[in-house]
Structure formats: structure tokens, C-alpha cells
């Protein structure tokens, strides 16, 4: 089992920046999405990036959240910006097989953390 973990979460106003981060071992098999989910609601697929660095944003989330990588560090950073209330959610960070495009379709990831929360309130 793989085992992801997520940090970086935390209460924010509107307006404000969070960086989230995913550790993961042998980051480099991977294709990483980040998923949120807000209470009532259904998972939604957030960003994700795969082992050649191509992304893909949700439409909510471009222009405000990047994602990127650090293999060296077997981490990936979500960086959200502008946050606003609808952000409020516990996100996840996830893993599937690197180089089949995933992207944000919950499909074919493997393997999830356990999640972080981020508040998003005045």
C-alpha cells in the first residue's frame, strides 16, 4: 500500500493563499490529482499532474490553484490563491499509474491520503 500524506491545510479569508503539499515515495510512477470534497457534496476533481509535468485544472480552479512537483523531494504542492467561501473543503491528494493521462477523473487513482481541511471564511 502506498501511503500519501497531505499538509498545509488551515483557515483562511477570503482573498487568501494556502499551499498545499502531497509526500509520496517513488513520486516518479506517479500521476498525482488533488480532489476535494465539501460536506453534502460529491468528490470534485481539483488538478492534477503527471510524470512529465503536463497539468490539468479544473475550470474552478484555473487562474487561482497550480499545481506542481518536487521528485526530488517526493512531494507535490497544490498552491491556491484567491480562495474563496465554495473552496471550504477537505482535499485529498491521490496517486495513479504515471504516463495514461488521468487528469481530474477520480477513475484510476489507486491510492489516497487521508485528507486536509481548508476553511475558507471571514
Known amino acids: 500500500q502506498v501511503q500519501l500524506v497531505e499538509s498545509g491545510g488551515g483557515s483562511v479569508q477570503p482573498g487568501g493563499s494556502l499551499r498545499l503539499s502531497c509526500a509520496i515515495p517513488s513520486i516518479r510512477k506517479y500521476c498525482i490529482g488533488w480532489f476535494r470534497q465539501a460536506p453534502g457534496n460529491d468528490f470534485e476533481g481539483v488538478a492534477a499532474i503527471d510524470a512529465d509535468g503536463s497539468t490539468a485544472y479544473a475550470e474552478s480552479a484555473k487562474g487561482r490553484f497550480t499545481i506542481s512537483r518536487e521528485n526530488a523531494k517526493n512531494t507535490v504542492y497544490l498552491e491556491l490563491n484567491s480562495l474563496k467561501d465554495e473552496d471550504t473543503a477537505m482535499y485529498f491528494c491521490?496517486?495513479?499509474?504515471?504516463?495514461?493521462?488521468?487528469?481530474?477523473?477520480?477513475?484510476?487513482?489507486?491510492?489516497w491520503g487521508q485528507g486536509t481541511q481548508v476553511t475558507v471564511s471571514s
Open positions: 491521490a496517486a495513479g499509474p504515471a504516463w495514461y493521462g488521468l487528469g481530474i477523473r477520480m477513475l484510476g487513482y489507486k491510492h
